[in-house]
């Protein structure tokens, strides 16, 4: 182990795109760039130890996106008494943070908005717990919050809005879409861009066949 040579995959091939965040993140691959999923990345914590860390050292970028604010929603915002300002506030640092790294790298910066809330049976491995709970707060608790953070951003930065149809009639991230048998992530074959296709897109335009999705 200690004679080991670390190869980290962003340096072997340099692209001008990165996406990164928490361990959601990971969905925002797509060839062309370079990704850094962390797991465990609160917004919160990131913003105080700068979006640099995520960033692989003397990369050049003209386009940057970000991926946060799953984990503060699910664990941390509806403990404060007025999680909607808390919420609000979070996303204001959100977006200081964003533009301070935008004009640093002169990259056009994206923010993801963090996914819709699921039903809380859910079952979801310990390892996605904290303090002793897989969420803190109810759906509707959780789901106000996520919409006033995502409405705050909309306020400072460009965001990446996910389309409605992964939810089910209830208004929540319908199971369908998430790992099997349990977890808190988009099932692979679900990500925006596994197969080459946008979130952002209207379902009703999807190419009926490949020949049309390539032309």
């Known amino acids: 182990q200690n004679e080991a040579v670390t190869i980290d995959p962003n340096t072997m091939k ?5 996406a990164f965040g928490d361990s959601h993140a990971i969905s925002m691959y797509r060839p062309g760039w370079e990704n850094v999923s962390v797991p465990f990345s609160t917004l919160h914590g990131s913003i105080n130890r700068g979006f640099e860390e995520f960033i692989p050292e003397g990369g050049e970028y003209d386009r940057i996106e970000t991926y946060f604010g799953n984990i503060d929603i699910r664990h941390h915002l509806c403990r404060f008494d007025d999680s909607i300002n808390e919420a609000k506030k979070l996303a204001r640092r959100y977006i200081d943070e964003v533009n301070r790294i935008s ?3 002169s990259a ?3 923010v993801w908005e963090p996914l819709p809330i699921e039903n809380e049976s859910r079952k979801v491995p310990k390892t996605g717990w904290y303090k ?5 707060g ?3 608790e959780r789901t ?4 006033a953070f995502i409405d705050e951003l909309h306020t400072g ?6 389309t409605g149809h992964m939810k089910n009639n209830k208004g929540e991230l319908d199971f369908e879409y998430m790992e099997k048998p349990q977890s808190i992530h988009l099932s692979r074959e679900h990500y925006p861009h596994w197969n080459g296709k946008n979130w952002t897109e209207d379902k009703s335009d999807e190419p009926s066949s490949l020949e049309e999705f390539f032309a």
């Open 108 to 110: 056009e910066v994206t």
């Open 138 to 140: 109810t759906w509707q």
């Open 103 to 105: 004009n640093k790298y």
């Open 14 to 18: 340099r692209y001008k795109n990165i």
């Open 157 to 162: 930065v460009t965001v990446f809005k996910w």
């Open 132 to 136: 002793g709970t897989p969420f803190y």
């Open 144 to 147: 106000d919050v996520r919409q």
